[in-house]
């Protein structure tokens, strides 16, 4: 089904994220981001929450069950956006042939006679 395959788009450009301890980033270490900050606007590691939220306490956190909230940046969203063979196009359709993201370039010529979907990033 249709909307079906577009939200497992959706799924996989949200892994593809990879969101990083802020702190942690300052340190030039990577670690991956437990919650999210509201109040602080930062990413912690769970080793970092830890100390955050006994920092303070009263600041709302979003945890990975919350993960649709978290912000995206929009250098991640630009560079999700963009057609890995034509670099300067933006992805708008998605071929259910080939379960692959396409920009205008590609319709026109490898995915012309494919089935697909506009997408609506
Ligand atoms: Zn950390
Ligand atoms: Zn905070
Ligand atoms: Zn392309
Ligand atoms: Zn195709």
Redesign the pocket.
Known sequence: MATGSLSAVAKRLRMVEDFRCTSCEEQNLQESADIY????Q?F?CKRCAHL?NSL?KE???LGRGDIKKWPVSKEVEDLLRKCEVHKDKTLTQFCTDHSQLCCSECVETIHRYGTLLNLML
């Open positions: 900050c509201e109040a602080c930062k912690y955050h303070t600041h709302t956190t």
